[in-house]
């Protein structure tokens, strides 16, 4: 049908790139037995005593809205939780430096609202899961993007002068996320400082997105390095964060952001004309998983870990693939020999060999030649993957 209103949507989002995982989700709709490791969800349901903690409130009648921040409960135990993990006496961290937010990309959304004027500079590190690059282009911002580099023995590696070039004095904000989602690339300790360092002497805010600071492969580290170590309360910091991934609750809609908080006490007015607030039965839930979710945490980096491990090794053998073990998040981004059209690729393993990966392409013009795959799964529905993978593989995107 023709546009009846030519000149709507804005600009902005006209231009805003569609999500080449949902165009490749989407080639797959309808056929049955399709094996999704597309989107970045753990396959597992939310724990017991999580799920028993949102249907006591509701039984309680905990129907109504909160403040717009968030329980004070839930926001204090947040707070709390931040202090344990990245115990910092420069940077103490109490309930007014915490809003709850509906999600973790609900988080991202709000915090870019607040800080992003028209025509702002925004600099993301990518590959990057493409929310973070569209996100402020909603706010007209111009977005530069700066590429990890890649090869084959290290890795992807940042390469900090171009970055540090990239965050010129008139830069509003720098995103990261480390771990990082799509190749698992985290930053150093070093590497913070020297970006810390740099944004504090131009004024440039950070918005680090901590998604999966808890998910790493680590034999003596509990959490990724984060900003929240080496930073103090004077710092332009906000840490976006969220329940989805590290307690397996990505249907809940649960996040939170964590700052200054003379940055988190108007942001109650931004959340008062997006959501309001979160639902109280759902952050509820999320302050007993909190509370009582060590031992989820635990299990899952584990249960990751090993189907990580095997994800890679089972790669590892197929001719033309490099697919070295990610130190962090949840996905094996590996590099087939040759291939020129991620997407297109993609497309054809969903309806001729009935497996969903997400392509490169998707995030970012340097991941062309990728695949995205995510692997908190369970082992038998992984080698069912690597089986049809393997199969769809065989004559293609081979050099
Ligand atoms: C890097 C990153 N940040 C944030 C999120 C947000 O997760 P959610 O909106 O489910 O809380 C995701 C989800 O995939 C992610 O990959």
């Known amino acids: 049908m023709k546009n009846a209103f030519p000149t709507l949507p804005r600009v902005a989002v006209q231009s805003l790139r569609a999500s080449k995982i949902r165009e490749v989700a989407n080639a797959g709709i309808g056929r049955a037995a399709v094996l999704p490791f597309w989107f970045g969800e753990p396959d597992e349901v939310t724990p017991q005593f999580i799920r028993d903690a949102a249907s006591a409130s509701l039984a309680r009648g ?41 999600s973790g990309v609900n988080a991202l959304s709000l915090a870019a609202q607040a800080l992003i004027d ?13 929310n973070l690059v569209e996100i402020p282009k909603i706010l007209s911002a111009q977005v530069e993007c700066v590429a ?14 171009r970055l540090l070039a990239a965050l010129t004095p008139n830069t509003r904000l720098v995103m990261l996320n480390s771990p990082n989602n799509p190749t698992g690339w985290t930053l150093t300790r070093d590497e913070q400082q020297t970006i810390l360092d740099h944004c504090r002497k131009h004024g440039i805010w ?35 964060n969220t329940f989805s991934k590290s307690w397996l609750m990505t249907g809940w809609r649960l996040g939170w952001l964590a700052g200054p908080a003379s940055f988190i006490e108007p942001l109650g007015k931004i959340i008062e ?28 980096q584990q249960r990751f870990r090993a189907a990580r491990d095997h994800l890679c090794q089972a790669l590892g053998k197929i001719e033309g693939l490099a697919a070295p073990a990610p130190p962090g ?66 004559g293609k995107g081979k050099g």
């Open 329 to 394: 998040a949840m996905y094996v981004f590996f590099e087939c020999h040759g291939l020129t059209d991620s997407l297109e690729f993609c497309k054809q393993l969903v309806t001729e060999h009935g497996i969903g990966l997400a392509p490169g392409a998707a995030f970012g013009d340097e991941g062309e030649g990728f695949v995205r795959w995510c692997f908190a799964s369970e082992t038998a529905r992984l080698d069912e993957g690597i089986a049809r993978f393997t199969k769809g593989i065989s």
């Open 62 to 102: 905990e129907t109504f809205y909160s403040h717009n921040l968030g329980l004070a409960e839930l926001r204090a135990t947040i707070a709390s939780y931040l202090s344990a993990l990245h115990p910092n006496p420069s940077l103490p961290i109490a309930m007014d430096n915490i809003a709850v937010t509906s």
């Open 206 to 240: 950070i918005l680090a997105d901590d998604a999966y600071e808890r998910l790493v492969y680590s034999d003596t580290e509990r959490c990724a390095p984060s900003f929240f170590d080496i930073a103090h309360a004077q710092d332009r910091l906000i840490s976006a």
């Open 148 to 161: 990890l580099e890649f090869d084959a023995l290290h890795g992807w590696q940042l390469n900090m002068d």
């Open 273 to 300: 004309y997006n959501t309001s607030c979160a639902p109280v039965f759902v952050q509820r839930a999320g302050q007993v998983a909190i509370e009582q979710g060590d031992a989820v945490i635990a299990r899952t």
């Open 118 to 130: 028209p025509q702002d500079r925004v600099v993301c590190v990518t590959p990057l899961w493409p």
